[in-house]
């Protein structure tokens, strides 16, 4: 069946530095890839997406681009903030899961430092 | 303001009782889900539903329960079947199946 794998947390990082959170996935069709974000306490919230092969989805200088030769969708940025800190899932979607639902990954958690 | 709301954010539950964990959603969609989430762990689904009065069960239905009578709600009900239901509730939905799915706040539940 299809699955999620992400690298393992926590992920510490300076402020400023360059982030990359690796996600790599296994599906039988045409999977769409999310990135969702979670702050402590609170729901997820949508942080970008890709519904076919080589499309980037960026949001917010987060940027993830869909390889299907590799089967991954890498978060990337720039330019981490404190206000980043949070845990970071990768998801994908596609006919094989009941209704469409998601299906996710363990979650990596990046606290970044002042 | 368009969203998915969850009530309560924090609900405690005594042995053997039933208790109902409300979701509700103004954005007219007509898919929504109930996922669970352990600590360090990813988010499970517990039930969808992709139409008024239709749902289905998803990976670990077991000791749970929804209904689905109007668009906008999706109550869970955690019966007293489910021996660990301690865990984080998220609620979901989207316009429709195979679309982007937007989520809740969230309700913890925990057991007395």
Redesign the interface.
């Known amino acids: 069946g299809d699955s999620?794998t992400q690298m393992e947390g926590p992920v510490t990082l300076s402020e400023e530095a360059f982030l990359t959170i690796n996600c790599t996935y296994t599906a039988t069709g045409y999977p769409?890839l999310?990135w969702?974000v979670q702050y402590p306490?609170?729901?997820?919230?949508?942080l970008l997406?890709a519904t076919k092969a080589d499309d980037k989805g960026s949001n917010k200088g987060f940027e993830a681009t869909y390889r299907k030769e590799t089967t991954s969708f890498h978060l990337e940025k720039g330019s981490v903030q404190v206000s980043d800190s949070a845990v970071y899932?990768c998801?994908l979607?596609d006919?094989s899961?009941?209704?469409?639902?998601?299906n996710?990954?363990?979650?990596t958690s990046l606290l970044v430092t002042p | 303001d368009g969203g998915i709301t969850q009530s309560p954010k924090y609900l405690f539950r005594k042995e053997g009782q039933n208790v109902t964990l409300s979701c509700e959603q103004n954005l007219n969609h007509d898919a929504m889900y109930w996922y669970r989430q352990d600590p360090g762990q990813g988010l499970r689904l517990i039930y969808y539903s992709q139409i008024v009065n239709d749902f289905q069960k998803g990976d670990i239905a077991e000791g749970y329960s929804v209904s689905r009578e109007k668009k906008e709600s999706f109550p869970l009900t955690v019966t007293s079947a489910q021996k660990n239901p301690t865990a984080f509730y998220l609620c979901a939905s989207s316009i429709r199946r195979a679309e982007t799915q937007y989520f809740g706040p969230g309700t913890r539940l925990l057991v007395l």
Request: hydrophobic fraction near 35%; avoid cysteine; proline fraction near 0%.
């Open positions: 999620v769409s999310f969702y306490g609170e729901g997820l919230q949508l997406k899932f998801a979607s006919g899961s009941s209704g469409y639902a998601l996710f990954g363990k979650g």
